[in-house]
């Protein structure tokens, strides 16, 4: 299977964000990817963290989920959908989830954001659980090839999430992580995810200085099950891509059979 991760840098407008990630999606198919996967907030990065609120749908339709199911059935693929606002049962609150459509353009998964990131340095302040509802269930989904685990951004820096998913061939990690954090921390924390779950992991970024002043950090990656960096895109909207390759990822479990000599589980 091929897979491919999309690189934007989202502005405030819904209708410009979708335009771009349909340009993206469609070239990613068109190079033959079979699998898709968008960054978190694709839809929007808006000037205030309550603009979120605004587009927030309820689970099941609206116009984001429609764009995101229209657009997997008519390329044939596999669409994870980075994160959207799904309405959430808090007043002035949303959920960031991730929802998964097959290549009918069925949504048969969703992922709601456990870990809400937070962060405070100088200028620089952030403090999702003012606008966001945690999740609370972890989340994979079947493909032919096996098991696919879904997280989201900051729920890269807490290694019991992944865990908790099982074995899979496959861990996609929609973000937006800040220029600041990327920098330190974003490589080193995919490649230690891919290597200590032994799988592919597959992580889609915002990347670039935003409208509302926010700079992300990008470099989008697919890496392998030994913690080869397969490709990356530093900045800039755009996608990498790669094969996952099944024989390489048996042949790393079955020489190096750490998930079986785990102790504390």
Same mark, same amino acid.
């Given at each position: *299977?091929?897979?491919?991760?999309?690189?934007?840098? =989202?502005?405030?407008?819904?209708?410009?964000?979708?335009?771009?990630?349909?340009?993206?999606?469609?070239? /990613?198919?068109?190079?033959?990817?079979?699998?898709?996967?968008?960054?978190?907030?694709?839809?929007? *990065? !808006?000037?205030?963290?309550?603009?979120?609120?605004?587009?927030?749908?309820? #689970?099941?339709?609206?116009?984001?989920?429609?764009?995101?199911?229209?657009? /997997?059935?008519?390329?044939?693929?596999? @669409?994870?959908?980075?994160?959207?606002? #799904? @309405?959430?049962?808090?007043?002035?609150?949303?959920?960031?989830?991730?929802? %998964?459509?097959?290549?009918?353009? %069925?949504?048969?998964?969703?992922?709601?954001?456990?870990?809400?990131?937070?962060?405070?340095?100088?200028?620089?302040?952030?403090?999702? =659980?003012?606008? @966001?509802?945690?999740?609370?269930?972890?989340?994979?989904?079947?493909?032919?090839?096996?098991?696919?685990?879904?997280?989201?951004?900051?729920?890269?820096?807490?290694?019991?999430?992944?865990?908790?998913?099982?074995?899979?061939? #496959?861990?996609?990690?929609?973000?937006?992580?800040?220029?600041?954090?990327?920098? /330190?921390?974003?490589? %080193?924390?995919?490649?230690?995810?891919? @290597?200590?779950?032994?799988?592919?992991?597959?992580? /889609?970024?915002?990347?670039?200085?935003?409208?509302?002043?926010?700079?992300?950090? !990008?470099? =989008?990656?697919?890496?392998?099950?030994?913690?080869?960096?397969?490709?990356?895109?530093?900045? !800039?909207?755009?996608?990498?891509? !790669?094969?996952?390759? *099944? =024989?390489?990822?048996?042949?790393?479990?079955?020489?190096?059979?750490?998930?079986?000599?785990?102790?504390?589980?």
């Amino acid at each position: *299977m091929r897979v491919a991760a999309i690189q934007m840098v =989202s502005t405030e407008n819904l209708a410009q964000n979708m335009a771009t990630a349909a340009s993206l999606l469609q070239q /990613a198919s068109e190079g033959g990817a079979q699998l898709l996967l968008l960054p978190e907030y694709w839809p929007q *990065m !808006g000037m205030q963290e309550t603009d979120k609120l605004s587009i927030a749908e309820p #689970l099941g339709h609206g116009t984001i989920q429609d764009f995101l199911s229209i657009t /997997a059935r008519r390329l044939g693929v596999w @669409i994870i959908g980075g994160t959207l606002p #799904l @309405i959430s049962s808090e007043e002035n609150k949303v959920l960031n989830t991730s929802l %998964v459509y097959n290549p009918q353009g %069925v949504a048969i998964a969703h992922y709601d954001k456990i870990h809400l990131f937070g962060f405070n340095k100088g200028s620089e302040s952030y403090e999702e =659980s003012r606008t @966001i509802v945690a999740g609370d269930e972890v989340s994979t989904f079947e493909t032919d090839l096996g098991k696919v685990g879904l997280s989201i951004c900051y729920d890269l820096r807490f290694p019991e999430l992944f865990r908790k998913m099982g074995v899979c061939i #496959l861990i996609v990690v929609p973000a937006a992580f800040t220029h600041t954090t990327g920098q /330190a921390h974003w490589e %080193v924390l995919l490649r230690a995810r891919a @290597i200590e779950n032994q799988c592919y992991v597959l992580a /889609a970024a915002q990347g670039g200085l935003h409208t509302n002043g926010r700079r992300t950090w !990008g470099h =989008s990656m697919l890496i392998d099950p030994w913690g080869k960096i397969v490709d990356v895109l530093p900045e !800039g909207e755009g996608l990498v891509s !790669g094969e996952l390759d *099944m =024989s390489l990822l048996q042949g790393i479990r079955e020489n190096l059979p750490a998930l079986k000599h785990r102790k504390l589980v």
